[in-house]
């Protein structure tokens, strides 16, 4: 019989310690929001495969679409021969593009190869070497967009300089005493003492940082920065690679600002578990690379594409932009109701759109992050099989990630179970 113990020795022994693995239990399979390991034991999916599941686990209408695939062709290289599927996909992105006038995409298979391909298409545009970026973002760990990534370690930890052209100001964030104002000084700075405006590409910035901690984007800074790329001539990058396709609410998390970007990173929940990534941009922008500079060997597979078609149909037929809304209040609800509790470890900091709720593990005598507390939160949850990550520039952020298509009564049992999991982490 397999087991979880020898699968995580085996794991051990044929792989490098620099692929980090949040649990010592192995997948054997998934249905929905729920998930079962090799010993048989259940689990309830708050993470979602790092919010790649918004349509759940094998979600009947994408397995059928990715069967049908299967069975004309699996891979032609679009380069080289293309197909339907591909020019199918970049038509409904480009209908759902969150700025005004003609759009372009282009497909790629992950998330860091959409934000380096837009780093380049942003540069070929401007004919401009100068990124900015933001501290605390995940933008990647190749070596260009960990670069980007504004967090040392693990992501940046004995890998050398990072390349030139990359500059990072610090995020706004309430909970970390950092204010709009105060980034937007940064940046001035930033344009004084290191880098003309005139020689900046593209910002990029994720509307809801992910693995800095699920916080916000604030209004006021993206306007803010629409402004200075208008006022500039740099292209505004949103990094939508964990925040599109109904995770906050709205199709893409810049929606609810109101501002227009000039590209946009799309990969996670695009193709419900298969890979397959994007570069959604302004016309006239996105055609400024020369023919051939675009594109990869893998990059918008057809079985991928046959999903994302299915996902994006899902995502309307089913409602998952106002469920993910109906779905975050019922998570908060219930946050804001264990937090009132004396009898659990503390919480705070409840936040996020739609379904994408976080909340801070605080120490019980000073307040502080408490990142060996929310490891006991993680620990315990999976004893009561539920599935949670952390993240946060101090570890002690969990972030709620269920797929949108749980129902009202697997989200209660998970609900349940963290609730458990907190008291548990106290005692």
């Known amino acids: 019989m397999t087991d979880n113990d020898s699968l995580q020795h085996r794991r051990q022994t044929a792989l490098p310690r620099g692929i980090g693995t949040a649990f010592p239990v192995f997948a054997q399979r998934a249905e929905g929001s729920e998930l079962w ?13 790092i919010a790649v599941l918004n349509t759940g686990h094998r979600h009947p209408k994408v397995m059928a679409a990715v069967q049908a695939q299967l069975d004309s062709f699996t891979h032609t290289a679009f380069q080289i021969v293309p197909y339907e599927p591909y ?27 959409a934000v380096e ?3 380049k298409i942003a540069r070929a545009h401007t004919g401009r070497p100068g990124i900015i970026a933001f501290s605390g973002a995940f933008h990647g760990r190749t070596t260009f967009t960990m670069a980007l990534t504004g967090k040392v370690a693990p992501y940046k930890k004995k890998f050398g300089i990072s390349p030139p052209g990359i500059f990072h100001v610090p995020f706004p964030a309430e909970s970390h005493g950092v204010s709009v104002a105060e980034s937007l000084r940064a940046l001035e700075t930033l344009f004084r003492a290191d880098i003309d405006p005139s020689e900046v590409a593209a910002i990029i910035i994720e509307p809801v ?19 200075i790329a208008d006022q500039h001539g740099m292209v505004l990058i949103a990094d939508e690679i964990q925040t ?7 199709m893409f998390g810049i929606e609810h600002s109101g501002v227009e970007p000039d590209l946009v990173t799309v990969a996670k929940a695009l193709a419900g578990g298969f890979p397959l990534s994007g570069v ?35 995502i309307i037929e089913e409602g998952l932009v106002a469920r993910a809304n109906r779905l975050g209040e019922r998570i908060k609800g219930a946050l804001e109701t264990a937090s009132r509790r004396n009898d659990i470890t503390p ?6 759109p739609g379904s994408m709720v976080a909340f801070d593990i605080v120490s019980r005598t000073d307040g502080g992050p408490d990142a060996a507390a929310a490891r006991k939160v993680i620990q315990a949850a999976l004893v009561e099989g539920l599935i949670l990550l952390s993240c946060g520039i101090h570890g002690n952020t969990i972030r709620l990630l269920n797929p949108l298509t749980i129902s009202d009564a697997l989200l209660n049992e ?3 179970k963290l609730e458990k999991a907190l008291i548990a982490a106290w005692n």
Do not use: H
Not at 92 to 105: Q, T, Y
Not at 214 to 225: K, N
Not at 244 to 250: E, L, M, P, S, Y
């Open 244 to 250: 599109g396709f109904a995770r906050t609410g709205k």
């Open 87 to 113: 020019v199918a996909v970049c038509e409904r992105l480009n209908a759902l593009a969150p700025f005004s006038g003609p759009a372009k995409s282009v497909l790629f298979s992950t998330g860091a190869e």
């Open 347 to 352: 919480i705070a900091f409840i936040r996020g």
């Open 414 to 416: 998970g609900l349940k």
């Open 209 to 227: 940082q992910g693995e800095g901690g699920f916080l916000p984007a604030p209004t006021e800074l993206l306007v803010a920065l629409r402004q």
């Open 37 to 49: 390991d090799v010993e048989g034991n259940r689990y309830i999916d708050f993470a979602a495969g």
């Open 280 to 314: 959604i941009g302004r016309a006239t922008i996105m055609d400024a690379p020369e023919a051939g500079g675009l594109g990869g060997t893998y990059a918008g597979s057809p079985i991928a594409c046959a999903a994302a078609l299915a996902v994006l149909d899902v």
């Open 117 to 119: 391909n837009a780093i």
